[in-house]
């Protein structure tokens, strides 16, 4: 839905303006590491991400983060049920940590959602960006490179890429989600939150 806005204050100063209506989404950081690096270290940690057709940036290969609408149920919820359609692993809703939640405090005086907002000069659509972290048999990283998945009776052509946790910020450069959970998950690591 699209509305045309004209905003106003007891001074006479207005702010117009158009907004698209779209609502929640979520965004999954999910990052595979082999199980034979030791535990804790931070090497060789792999991102999953999807390569799908975007009509809106005009590709039909538009890599991004795993993501998806809230239609009904709690944002975890929908985080890993795009994670289970989109990249077909199975993650429980408590294993998801909410990277926006523990970036952005919650004293804030606004009321707005604890969130990235992409395109917040026009639309309302804001995304709680979600982490997961898997160890994994080194064998079976391979297994996602290329891999087919979405519910492609639905229409969603996915193709699944496995790139390094380092080049997250040029591989998937174009998408706001994946830049925004690279940053949120380099500042939350070195403050100690995560």
């Not at 001074?11 to 082999?34: D, N, T, Y």
């Not at 004293?107 to 395109?119: G, N, Q, Y």
């Not at 079976?140 to 052509?157: A, H, N, P, S």
């Not at 591989?171 to 940053?183: M, V």
């Amino acid at each position: 839905m699209k509305l045309t806005a004209d905003i106003s204050n007891s001074k006479g100063e207005s702010l117009p303006g158009a907004v698209f209506l779209r609502g929640a989404s979520v965004g999954m950081l999910v990052i595979l590491q082999p199980d034979d690096i030791p535990k804790g270290s931070q090497d060789e940690k792999h991102v999953l991400l999807t390569v799908q057709p975007r009509v809106a940036a005009g590709t039909l290969q538009f890599v991004e983060l795993p993501a998806g609408m809230v239609d009904n149920g709690t944002f975890t919820g929908s985080a890993a049920n795009e994670i289970k359609e989109e990249l077909g692993l199975d993650i429980p809703e408590d294993e998801l940590v909410d990277l926006t939640e523990l970036a952005i405090p919650d004293d804030i005086v606004e009321e707005l959602p604890r969130a990235i907002f992409p395109s917040a000069g026009g639309c309302d659509e804001y995304i709680p960006l979600f982490l997961h972290e898997k160890r994994v048999p080194r064998e079976q990283l391979k297994e996602w490179t290329g891999k087919l998945t979405g519910l492609r009776d639905e229409g969603e052509k996915i193709t699944l890429k496995l790139v390094k946790l380092e080049d997250l910020w040029w591989e998937a450069g174009r998408d706001a989600k994946a830049l925004s959970a690279w940053a949120l998950y380099r500042g939350l690591k070195t403050s100690g939150k995560i």
